[in-house]
């Protein structure tokens, strides 16, 4: 099953920025609806923002609209997660996963919706 590959976490200061990959090696992600997803220690893991494939809109989870941007590179077969003004409630581990869509009336974080294994993840620590 196809695993995508995040980087791109670290520790930052409240109100600093941070840009998150998620690449693949064997699929070209362009073809695909990507999601970034986020786990806080003991909660469970949440959507973050979706892209739908071949420009057909995002969307974000209320937390961070306004703050996070997810984008593409095609040429790099890569999306991006560029994250601003970031809060202590942003730290956790995030991922990233195919989806089988981004637009949906249903909730795209939903478990049916994820088509890819879950990954490492990529540490994010927002902390003075």
């Known amino acids: 099953q196809l695993q995508l590959v995040e980087s791109g976490g670290g520790l930052v200061q409240p109100g600093g920025s941070l840009r998150l990959s998620c690449a693949a090696s064997?699929?070209?992600?362009?073809?695909?609806?990507i999601g970034w997803f986020r786990q806080a220690p003991e909660r469970e893991r949440e959507g973050v923002s979706c892209d739908s494939s071949r420009y057909q809109g995002t969307k974000y989870a209320d937390s961070v609209a306004g703050r996070f941007t997810i984008w593409r590179d095609n040429a790099k077969n890569t999306v991006y997660l560029e994250m601003n003004s970031l809060k202590p409630e942003d730290t956790g581990v995030y991922y990233c996963?195919?989806?089988?869509?981004?637009?949906?009336?249903?909730?795209?974080?939903?478990?049916?919706?994820?088509?890819?294994?879950w990954g490492q993840g990529t540490q994010v620590t927002v902390s003075s």
């Open positions: 064997d699929v070209t992600l362009k073809n695909y609806a």
């Open positions: 996963a195919r989806l089988a869509s981004c637009v949906t009336n249903l909730r795209w974080s939903r478990a049916s919706n994820v088509l890819s294994s």
